[in-house]
């Protein structure tokens, strides 16, 4: 399946839990999400209402598109996803789920 199309994901999650779901986001795709890459989100999404676009490239490349929602604590999130993983999109899917079902603390620890 070498240059299957990508797969969209799209909805929204609970913004207290947006820095879980990217640590979390980026293990699966094998990239290891820093402070920087933290502190990039924070700085865009502060003041910003329009879509900020960033890349997880490790094992794979996930691109991240999140923006501030019009409904009061929520983000929404587009995600682009590798096609030719056919089980990638399913291990997001899932961590994007339980992100959304449970409150996750907002003091999220970096997987080293």
Do not use: Q
């Amino acid at each position: 399946m070498e240059g299957a199309a990508n797969k969209e994901l799209t909805g929204w999650l609970k913004d207290r839990n947006l820095k879980g779901f990217l640590i979390a986001l980026s293990d699966i795709a094998g990239y290891r999400f820093d402070e920087w890459d933290w502190d990039a989100f924070v700085a865009r999404m502060s003041d910003r209402p329009e879509w900020f676009t960033y890349p997880l490239a490790g094992r794979a490349t996930v691109e991240v598109a999140v923006a501030r929602d019009a409904e009061e604590g929520h983000v929404g999130l587009r995600l682009s996803v590798p096609g030719d993983d056919p089980c990638l999109a399913e291990k997001i899917e899932v961590a994007w789920r339980i992100f959304n079902h449970f409150d996750v603390s907002a003091v999220a620890d970096f997987i080293v």
